[in-house]
């Protein structure tokens, strides 16, 4: 058989589509939005190719519409997670031996396909089942999804590129093994690009993987495994389980076989899971891989130099695209007392134009947060800061769950840096200001760096030079993606790779060559091509 270097496509990053009124898209989605607020989906888990339904079916509603059903689903049991375990182990014999370029064929044409024929139907199923506008969906789904495939399969060809020099008589070699074993992938609600990057990420290397997403991502998720299968993933490689977290961490992290976790979610969850990893860690063949990205406290800091309206923007998109619901969304933020008032007033400006409703309706630019759960902890904490001696709220307030789980975009301001939503990860469409002396930029700046756990996504706002600098410096532990004159949201496949360190996870870096990485277990190989015959070295003669 022929073999030979292979040089595959260069990455490029998916071209987002506008969906402004007339165009081709908009009119493609608004159709496929109608198709599948048609229907009622019967969805069953993936198992070793297999469709599994238990009859324990659960119902799926829009966020922002509770009375409508888009669905059920199959809950699992931890007999499901086990079949799903046996199922990966049996599909890695043949998967751990494929050619590195069948694999990134697979993901090449997934990406393709994403782009293509599924890029509607993702879109749709993500903004329907999750609560996404149409531009938000855009740039999740399909766009930072096919980006991931495209890319990933370029770091990997770099990667397995990466190769020791050689001495005279000997050649050096590595070659990168997948795990020994299998990974479990647990994916979040709020991206249904990260949803579909946690199991392929470990697959494209060569691994199997266990699935198991979000309960109220279960809809996306369902679309997501059919896109796989017709991209050509083999039965059992990635398996599909809707089992409740504790179930299924019981039977993983107590499985021989368990060699990798790859996550995306809350802080709490990961250090519980990472607990219950070191309490079996005996039990394991290899040390697991653990990769999580979880919460933020996401901060934008305003010098006395910078562009008033520049930082509103940053508020308005920082704080509120996509409710909020994002790990690097803004949500305090350290204002100058001599330009509060004028970053206000613009900040007043824009929200006067912001309108609240269900997607469907291309016209709203905040939709409904995730679930009653959600829903509740966001309106206790803004009901609080209304009774606060500390805090007040100078912008929206309002919440309303009698159609959908509707928080209306808050900016709270408050007078301790340290106050309770200063600190707190809430997870939604809700901002807080302490506004602090121009003469205490660095006291300031002191404040930020100890007030949060965590360490994800910060901002800068100034046009001095000097300032930009020294807060760049001062803030370095504070953000693993930092940004200058722009919100702290938005990072982009191949551009900005991801992920923050403290409380916000490993830094491992989705979208870029560093995560992928993580999945292989590097073997060396030296050849001697002329072995010596004798065990004496040259210092030990006479």
Request: hydrophobic share 40%; with cysteine.
């Amino acid at each position: 058989m022929p073999k030979g270097i292979f040089q595959v496509p260069p990455a490029v990053n998916e071209p987002i589509k506008s969906y402004a009124p007339g165009t081709p898209e908009r009119a493609e989605l608004k159709k496929m939005l109608e198709e599948l607020r048609s229907q009622e989906l019967d969805i069953p888990m993936f198992i070793g190719g297999e469709e599994i339904r238990t009859g324990n079916t659960k119902r799926i509603h829009p966020p922002h519409e509770i009375a409508h059903t888009l669905g059920h689903y199959h809950q699992g049991d931890e007999t499901h997670v086990h079949m799903a375990i046996d199922a990966a182990l049996k599909a890695r014999k043949q998967w751990v031996n494929l050619s590195w370029e069948h694999r990134a064929a697979i993901f090449l044409k997934a990406a393709d396909l994403l782009a293509g024929p599924y890029r509607q139907l993702i879109n749709a199923a993500t903004m329907l089942g999750q609560s996404k506008n149409a531009f938000q969906a855009e740039i999740d789904s399909a766009c930072e999804l096919a980006d991931f495939f495209r890319f990933n399969v370029q770091y990997m060809t770099e990667i397995y590129a990466g190769q020791p020099e050689s001495a005279p008589g000997i050649w050096d070699r590595v070659e990168y093994r997948p795990l020994e074993g299998f990974v479990f992938a647990l994916t979040p609600f709020n991206f249904t690009s990260i949803a579909g990057n946690l199991q392929t990420a470990p697959a494209m290397m060569g691994n199997v993987t266990v699935w198991k997403p979000s309960k109220t991502a279960v809809y996306s998720a369902y679309f997501l495994m059919k896109l796989f299968k017709e991209a050509g993933v083999p039965d059992g490689v990635i398996n599909l389980v809707y089992a409740s977290g504790p179930v299924a961490a019981k039977e993983i992290f107590s499985h021989p076989d368990f060699a990798g976790f790859h996550f995306t979610g809350s802080t709490g969850v990961f250090q519980s899971t990472w607990k219950a990893i070191g309490d079996n860690i005996a039990k394991y063949k290899t040390y697991p891989r653990i990769v999580g990205e979880t919460g933020g406290k996401d901060y934008i800091l305003a010098h006395k130099s910078c562009d008033a309206k520049g930082v509103a923007t940053a508020i308005v998109r920082g704080a509120f695209e996509y409710q909020g619901q994002k790990c690097s969304a803004a949500s305090r933020a350290y204002m100058p007392a001599s330009r509060w008032e004028e970053i206000f007033g613009y900040v007043k400006e824009q929200m006067a134009e912001v309108k609240m409703g269900p997607p469907e309706d291309f016209s709203n630019f905040v939709n409904a947060v995730i679930d009653e759960t959600s829903f509740d902890l966001l309106a206790g904490a803004i009901d609080e800061a209304k009774e606060s001696n500390e805090a007040k709220v100078i912008l929206g307030g309002g919440h309303d769950k009698s159609v959908g789980y509707f928080i209306e975009p808050t900016i709270i301001l408050t007078t301790n840096p340290k106050y309770r939503t200063m600190e707190e990860e809430l997870f939604g469409p809700v901002l807080t200001i302490y506004v602090y002396d121009d003469n205490k930029f660095e006291e300031t700046m002191d404040i930020l760096d100890s007030t949060s756990i965590y360490a994800l996504t910060g901002c800068i706002f100034a046009q001095d030079r000097y300032i930009i600098e020294k807060a760049t410096k001062r803030l370095v532990d504070t953000a693993g993606n930092f940004y200058i004159n722009d919100k702290p949201t938005g990072a982009v496949v191949g551009q900005q790779p991801f992920g923050g360190s403290r409380g916000s996870g490993t830094n491992d870096k989705a979208g870029s060559a560093i995560n992928l990485m993580r999945w292989v277990s590097p073997r060396t190989i030296k050849e001697n091509f002329v072995p010596p015959h004798d065990f004496k070295y040259p210092f030990l003669a006479e």
